[in-house]
Nanobody, 123 residues
Framework: VQLQASGGGLVQAGDSLRVSCAASGRTFSSYSVGWFRQAPGKEREFVAAINWRLGRTLYADSVKGRFTISGDNAKNTIYLQMNNLKPEDTAVYYC?????????????????WGQGTLVTVSS
């Protein structure tokens, strides 16, 4: 499966932004899909994941209550809606897919990766 992330940009603290991950080659329904992010000088960290066939989602504590992961099966696209953005949310956001219904929170658990989209939150 090929993944294409998009939707990043420059926003101010408190703003909202939605990033998208479009898949080609396979449908997302048979995969778990995750969003990770990597800030300059830091390791890649888990943000959120979804397995919509089972209706399961999982969020990192740092984004819980502010970010929402969802999917559009018809468009084969996963979204990450980010509200009340903070400067510490600044990072390159990557989408990933895993050939399992079990959601993983480590980057090593994912088989496919998109190219990343940059989100910058100014204070």
């Amino acid at each position: 499966v090929q993944l294409q992330a998009s939707g990043g940009g420059l926003v101010q603290a408190g703003d909202s932004l939605r990033v998208s991950c479009a898949a080609s080659g396979r449908t997302f329904s048979s995969y778990s899909v995750g969003w990770f992010r990597q800030a300059p000088g830091k390791e890649r960290e888990f943000v959120a994941a979804i397995n919509w066939r089972l209706g399961r989602t999982l969020y990192a504590d740092s984004v819980k209550g502010r970010f929402t992961i969802s999917g559009d099966n018809a468009k084969n696209t996963i979204y990450l809606q980010m509200n009340n953005l903070k400067p510490e949310d600044t990072a390159v956001y990557y989408c990933s897919a895993r050939r399992s219904s079990v959601i993983a929170t480590t980057s090593g658990g994912y088989d496919f990766w998109g190219q990343g989209t940059l989100v910058t939150v100014s204070s």
